[in-house]
């Protein structure tokens, strides 16, 4: 479980939570890249342009979710659900 609040700021993350985790598996699955992907990042693989892709979609996730401050960023980045690996 997520901490509900910033251990540095104490801004509420609780909320982001589930919407959040919903939104890293669709852009997990991400892995279609088109001509126009191709010309942005012309000296990439397509491995590697997926790669970026998914990096800079998980930035503007961030910032859907108004997590300006770096401590929260810190906070849901490296959340993970401890529940998962015992069940």
Do not use: W
Not at 21 to 43: A, M, P
């Amino acid at each position: 479980m997520l901490p509900p609040r910033c251990f540095t700021c104490n801004k509420i993350l609780s909320h982001i939570e589930l919407p959040y985790e919903e939104e890293i598996k669709k852009i997990d699955t991400f892995n279609k890249v088109t001509d126009e992907h191709r010309k942005k990042y012309n000296n990439l693989t397509d491995d590697e342009i997926i790669k970026e892709i998914k990096s800079l979609l998980k930035v503007k996730l961030l910032n859907t979710y108004g997590l300006k401050r770096y401590c929260c960023r810190k906070m849901i980045i490296t959340y993970y659900d401890k529940n998962k690996i015992v069940m």
